[in-house]
T-cell receptor, first 109, second 114 residues
Framework: QQPVQSPQAVILREGEDAVINCSSS?????VHWYRQKHGEAPVFLMI?????EQKGHDKISASFNEKKQQSSLYLTASQLSYSGTYFC??????????FGQGTTLQVKP | NAGVTQTPKFQVLKTGQSMTLQCAQD?????MYWYRQDPGMGLRLIYY???????DKGEVPNGYNVSRLNKREFSLRLESAAPSQTSVYFC?????????????FGPGTRLTVL
C-alpha cells in the first residue's frame, strides 16, 4: 500500500524552511527519502530504520515515529539546489520498497 | 564504475509488439528493482529481486515479466505492449540481500507505445 505524502507541493524563498511528511497504515521496517530533479533519476537522501538508526547525508535531517508509522523530512535554510520532487519510500515487507506520490518543492531566489 | 546502466534509453513500440529492457549493475549488489514512473504518479514498483535467484511481484506487475539473469543483470520484458505501458522505466540496485538499503538508480528508459 502506497504511503501518503503531504503537502503535494511547496514553494519557498531561499533560506526558508520546509517539512515534508510521509505516513503509512502499515507497520514499517524502514522509511527512505529520495530527491528527483526534472528529467533525472532519483537520488538517495536518507534511510530511517526501526530502532532509531539513520543513514544519509549530513545536511539532511529526518525523523521516524515508529508508533504512528510516520516520517518527516526537514529542509532547513533552503537553497536553490533543493528544488525537485521528494519521494518517501516505505519498506514492508523486508526487501520491498513502495514510494509515495511525491512532493514538489520549488525554491525561489 | 558505470553504476547502473539501462538499455535502450528511448524506445517506440506499436501496440502488441514485445521488447526487453536491459539493466546491469557493476557494484556487486544483491537486490535489484524495476519501477515505472508516469507523469505526476511517482515511482511504482513493478518487480524486484531481493537476491540472486529470486523475483517477486511489486505493485503493478501485470503485463510484465522479469528475469534475474545473474547477479549483475535484471531484465524486464513486455510481451504484448499496450499504450498504458507508456512510461519512464527505472532500474535500481541495492547492496543488501533481503532488505532495502540505499538504492542506486539507472538513467531510465523512455518508452512510448502507440
Amino acid at each position: 500500500q502506497q504511503p501518503v505524502q503531504s503537502p503535494q507541493a511547496v514553494i519557498l524563498r531561499e533560506g526558508e524552511d520546509a517539512v515534508i511528511n510521509c505516513s503509512s497504515s502499515k507497520a514499517l521496517y524502514s522509511v527512505h527519502w529520495y530527491r528527483q530533479k526534472h528529467g533525472e533519476a532519483p537520488v538517495f537522501l536518507m534511510i530511517l530504520l526501526k530502532g532509531g538508526e539513520q543513514k544519509g547525508h549530513d545536511k539532511i535531517s529526518a525523523s521516524f515515529n515508529e508508533k504512528k508509522q510516520q516520517s518527516s523530512l526537514y529542509l532547513t535554510a533552503s537553497q536553490l539546489s533543493y528544488s525537485g520532487t521528494y519521494f518517501c519510500g516505505t519498506e514492508m515487507p523486508p526487501g520491498k520498497l513502495i514510494f509515495g506520490q511525491g512532493t514538489t518543492l520549488q525554491v525561489k531566489p | 564504475n558505470a553504476g547502473v546502466t539501462q538499455t535502450p534509453k528511448f524506445q517506440v513500440l506499436k501496440t502488441g509488439q514485445s521488447m526487453t529492457l536491459q539493466c546491469a549493475q557493476d557494484m556487486n549488489h544483491n537486490s535489484m528493482y524495476w519501477y515505472r514512473q508516469d507523469p505526476g504518479m511517482g515511482l511504482r514498483l513493478i518487480y524486484y529481486s531481493a537476491s540472486e535467484g529470486t523475483t517477486d511481484k511489486g505493485e503493478v506487475p501485470n503485463g510484465y515479466n522479469v528475469s534475474r539473469l545473474n547477479k549483475r543483470e535484471f531484465s524486464l520484458r513486455l510481451e504484448s505492449a499496450a499504450p498504458s505501458q507508456t512510461s519512464v522505466y527505472f532500474c535500481a540496485s541495492s547492496t543488501t540481500a533481503g532488505r532495502v538499503d540505499e538504492q542506486f538508480f539507472g538513467p531510465g528508459t523512455r518508452l512510448t507505445v502507440l
